[in-house]
């Protein structure tokens, strides 16, 4: 019978939008169960069913020869049956077990009544012998016959004696298996669970003594695991109040429970080495990238519905600004000689400061850029205009930018509705233009964020341009380097200057596009 906290469990997945399918392979419950579970929402109350059993008029009598001693379950039986009973040996053999239990709780395992009769059956002690040393390889390896090699009764001695206690247990179940005790002798003998020893049983017949003495974890642990990494970033990304929970910020609790009802089973400290791996700590909130944007999940599916259904005759451009910096003394991680540290000015004149506004077109992976003297409406309306120019064979193309304030005037918006009116497509034919924002605070999402960070670990880190002219040349060559590798090979090869961008230049809702070590 279920208990209200499964009854719950059971019904929080399937409002979470999982499958029956899906629960029963989470929780383990057949179909049905998981369909009566649904249906009645709580468990309905059951009263206990006292039932008479067959064996009740003779438990007086068979107790009363257990305590007398000396006597098997077989004679019990033989003793019930002349009295008169007519239910099964089974019940007889459960009325003994429980017996015993309570009779020898608390004593030692070998105690001996003074007539030298021991408390334990024929296959309990045999298990102690083994346990105590007695038996030997060879007497092993004959008391299971040819089911055990020597050299595998060789092992199991070797790891009895000498082998931990979880050990010990693996080595004295896949003995008294092989000898032919039951698995409801062995299992309380041990005080393990029968399931744990059926799976002892099982690894061994699929991989042998060695498979069941491996104690190694699965090759790729959970917190390495792409797709639990993908998980829990989908999650953090988005605020918890999207998801049900009524809170601002994300705790691990929260954070297990969402991954569950997806059907992802990990323990918190997982996820924290998962958030702890990818450079984020909770204790600053400028590391924990997340949009408090109402509308993410609206704003962010506009957006993947777009990118799939993009035409060959339309563009979809990631649009930001980097910067604005200094051009000075840059510091970074380089080579340098044990003993030596490399040293950056903390005081030093500026030879003037830089600003990059870029276009990142996603299906080719070609940047346009060029370089403000700062960020405003009219350094947008000038990329609108060269990208319009440029791509002018186009259908549409569509902009999709963060949730600066210089992006969304009315000045920008006036002169995008300009342009898509018909009275100036007339004069002017091109492509139309969409504005697809990106949610609020959600700067990780814009994919040229990735590309500035490749850029700026490539040719600003350990730099020291003579002049502002210079570093514009080296961010030109740069770019065009990078728009000539991709024009000629479209898929991301390493080793160059461009892979050290910090993740992939695509648009996906895991990914943390902004390199949370670079202000800008």
Known sequence: MLTAEQYAHINLLFRSGLSRRRIRLVTGHDHSTIRKVLREQTPSPRLPVVRKKKLDPFRSELQRHLAAGGVNCEQLIAVAIQAGYRGSSRA???????????????????????????????????????????????????????????????????KIREGRLGI???????????????????????RLNKDTVQAYCRRFHKRGIQGVFDLSRREVKKADDQLYR????????????SLGFNRTTWRMADLKSALEAQGLLIARENIRKIIRNAGFRFRKAKKVLTSNDPDYRRKLEEITAILQNLKANEKFFSIDEFGPFAVKIQGGRSLTKAGETKTV?????SKGRLICTAALELSENQVTHFYSDRKNTDEMLKLLEILLKSHSDQACIYFSWDAASWHASKKLFKRVDEINSSADREVHPGPRVRLAPLPACAQFLNVIESVF????????????????????????????????????????????????????????????????????
Not at 233 to 241: E, N, R, V
């Open 92 to 158: 007889v053999h459960r009325f003994v077990r429980a017996f015993r239990s309570k009779q020898f709780a608390g004593r030692k395992m070998t105690a001996i009544f003074p007539c030298g009769t021991s408390l334990l059956s024929e296959d309990h002690f045999w298990m102690l012998r083994l346990l105590q040393g007695e038996i030997e390889a060879a007497a092993l390896r004959s008391d299971c016959g040819d089911r055990l090699a020597l050299d595998d009764a060789e092992c199991l001695v070797a």
């Open 168 to 190: 010990r247990n693996r080595a004295v179940v896949l003995a008294a298996c092989l000898k032919g005790i039951s698995i409801r002798a062995i299992a309380p003998f041990l």
């Open 230 to 241: 993908d998980a829990v970033f989908k999650i953090l990304h988005a605020p918890p109040s």
């Open 345 to 349: 000015p903390q005081r030093q004149r």
């Open 453 to 520: 960070s490749g850029m700026a670990r490539a040719v600003i880190h350990n730099s020291d341009y003579s002049s502002v002219p210079a570093c514009m040349a080296a961010i030109d060559r740069h770019f065009a380097e990078r728009n000539r590798y991709f024009g000629e090979h479209p898929k991301r090869a390493g080793n160059k200057l461009w892979g050290k961008e910090l993740v992939p230049a695509l648009f996906d809702e895991t990914q943390n596009c902004k390199d949370p070590t670079w202000r800008s």
